[in-house]
Structure formats: C-alpha cells, structure tokens
C-alpha cells in the first residue's frame, strides 16, 4: 500500500457523506507509520478512543484492482460471543471476544442510507496485514496452518476484496 496523507485518507471514503469523512477523527501525520511499513499494509485501520463504537479502514487500490484507495467507515457491534475464541473473516487469526470486533458497514450509496449494512469479524486492533505476515502476534496460540505467509497475505487480500465489493455493491 502507498503511503496517504490525512487528506487522502478523508478523500477515499466511499460509504459516508463528505461531511462525516470531514469530521472523522483521522491518525495526524506523525501517528501515521513510517513511509517504511506501509509495504506491509493491505490495508491502514483505526480506532479512536474518543469514539469507540466507531472504526475506518481504507484498503490500497492496489489491493481492491483500482487506481484510488477505498475508505470504509464502520460501527463496532455490541453483538459478540462472549467467552469464546474467534476467528478473523479477513487474515483467519484467532483471538479471544475482547480482541475480535464485529464491525458494521454501511452500504455505499442509496443503500447505505436506507440503512442496509455488512459486517465482519475482524481483529480488533485492525493489525490483520501484520498478523497474515507473521510481524505481530496475536495472544492466542494459532491453529497451525501449512500454507506459506505469501498464501496467507493473497488470503487476506481476496478476503478485503470481497468486503469492499460488499460494501460499495459492486
């Protein structure tokens, strides 16, 4: 993924309106990473602790076939499994309740203002390109797995794929 700015993060949002794109609280500059690790990124997510029924991810263009990287705003559910482990619909890591998230998207467009949504099960921190490569560890032993980190990245990358083609109905 290429490295964005503040604004080019609030530029690619597909499922909000530019005035909620405008207000969302995005990393600055310096709370971004280092020109260095977004190589790593399939996509750069966030929470904020201010707003923590609220997440957004945008995926890299080059993830999702496209020239422009896809934002997508979502809502952190309250509906969960307590107690139980979980497995990530995007990277297929494993985790306890408190570190999955179910997050909801709005549907881009007149769908998404009617109020339809899609929602996934997804690492809390959001660090999923780094738990597929194998450069975060998650606190839960793993399944073992025998496909290689690159199976596991093209995994990760068909799973975003899919959620994105969800989202903006395509």
Known sequence: MDPLSPEALRASFVNCSKGDAKRMPVPSEAALPPA????????????????????WMVVGGDVVGQGEPVGIAMKVSSAGSAGRKNMCTLCFTTHSASDMALLVAPLAGPSGRRGNTVGNYVCADLACSLYARGLKRPARAQPHETIS??????????????????????
Do not use: I, M, T, Y
């Open 36 to 55: 260095s690790r977004w190589a790593e990124l399939d996509f750069f997510g966030w929470r904020d602790p201010g707003h923590p029924q609220a997440a």
């Open 149 to 170: 980190v690159e199976a596991k990245v093209e995994r990760l990358r068909a799973n975003l794929v899919a959620f994105v083609r969800r989202v903006v109905a395509v």
